[in-house]
């Protein structure tokens, strides 16, 4: 990987446009880089006088987000964006990704966990993800529960723009109904609010 | 990069658990009745009180900070701010949305806690233990342990005023001992509101009262396992904006958990993949039913180990009665 490229991935990263492949480079890169390192923390400056954000340069994340990602398998890679749509649906997933973890074809249904326990991260979502995200190891957290169309291999295609969109809607309206727990209201008020803006 | 400094708060979480429980000054178990008493006192100062103050909340890859307004004498006003990024206001009147200016979130009437009917059974899932005492917001707490008795649902727990009984502070805790969210006052005053802070700003929005939605009485579409000790409490039915066959959803709790189940009619040329989504404590698993009568997803949401929401969903699987689905739903 030539340095040039990897500075290329990185001002896609800043820009967040960088797909779940450049993240993982430019991370791995920043580790044993430390140029590359200091180019990050100057477009991050550059990028927060832009936006007039403030800035401080001293704290260096990457580190943190590495170690978060080490553990999580690496991803196959990402299709050829085809369309314009799929552009921009693959840059709102990066931004929304950090926050929602999303697995396709996880194929949690099937009896014996003999296929597809490969479970595709959805290209669209790179793994920089939470740590506590899908605990479940694909494939074999449901085994016993039986399905007709078991054999089928797990869904190889990104998900779907509008499934996307209804999982958040779920999201934020079961986040909105409070009510039936012990916990106050708040509680959930919270979780509703902290879905907002994101 | 604002995303990625937020996700390392989740990491830097699960050592301040640690850090927060070997602070407090234990007081050895103690009865559980006292525990009980505890969370009924919570319960009716949550309903009872008017107080201001600031929060935070937070999960995996999201801290945000927020204050609230609670005004109680008769009628009940609660106004709700983020204080931090874009603006977002939600105010309730007698646990009513009034207004909001995320128009998704909380769109639904909101009814009132179940305790302190539910408690007696509480136990029966969860064992409350009294931890000791801490200082939270400046204010001195019971610390609260709420640990679940089998592995379909998290623990928690909970600092309480030991003035007002309010709570101060919520962590919920997974399996693994890992943090997936705490909530946390940062400063509280008891007592009177001003009024003028109880009216939202401009870009609050009056909700549409026409959202809200019919109700159902036909439950064969239920799934045919739910982790004991949850009960259904409501079931609704929201016009699709696809379809002619409604969304249903019903809740389903068991006094500290909640989860939500939404079966939605999939229209020609919709392929819903099965899938497991997870924000912060919030698990998503959605699959797609093949029936004769027609294709659905099925999803259900809550804040429940992906294991239990795997389960439910898969008990819709050979159960699920579309046609009882379309005859309930004409």
Known sequence: ?198 | MQAAATASYGLRSCLVVGLVSTALLFAGPLMADEAETLLKKMTSAAHGMSYQGDFIYERAGSFSTHRVWRQANGEVVERLLRTDGTPQEWLRRNDALECTSAPTAGAAPSDRAMLPEQAPTLQQWYSLEVLGSGRVANRAVTVLSVQPRDSFRYAHELYLDVDSGLLLQALLVDEKGALLERFQFTNLQLGSVDPKNLSAASTCLAVNEESVVTSLANDRWLPAWVPPGFAPIRREARQSADSDLPIVTQIFTDGFARFTVFIEPLVDGQVAADLLAQLGPTIAVSRRLDTPGGAFMATVVGEIPPVTAGRIVASLSPDFDSQAFIEANP
């Open chain 1, 1 to 198: 990987m030539s340095s040039e490229s990897l500075k290329e991935s990185l001002s896609a990263l800043m820009d967040n446009e960088a797909d779940e492949l450049e993240v993982r480079r430019v991370l791995k890169a920043c580790g044993d880089d430390s140029s590359l390192r200091s180019d990050w923390a100057r477009y991050q400056a550059a990028r927060a006088l832009m936006h007039k954000e403030p800035w401080q340069g001293k704290i260096d994340l990457s580190e943190g987000i590495a170690a978060a990602i080490a553990n999580d398998p690496v991803p196959a890679p990402a299709t050829a964006k085809t369309s314009r749509i799929w552009q921009s649906v693959g840059r709102f997933a990066v931004a929304a990704s950090v926050t929602v973890a999303v697995l396709v074809g996880v194929n949690m249904f099937q009896q014996d966990g003999s296929s597809g326990s490969e479970a595709m991260v959805a290209d669209q979502t790179p793994p920089v993800a939470l740590p506590s995200a899908p605990a479940a190891q694909p494939g074999a957290v449901l085994a016993g529960y039986s399905q007709p169309d078991a054999d089928e291999p797990p869904a190889q295609e990104p998900l779907a723009a509008w499934q996307e969109q209804k999982i958040d809607t779920y999201l934020r309206q079961h986040a909105g109904q409070g009510d039936g727990q012990i916990t106050p209201q708040l509680l959930p008020n919270a979780r509703a609010a902290s879905m907002e803006g994101r």
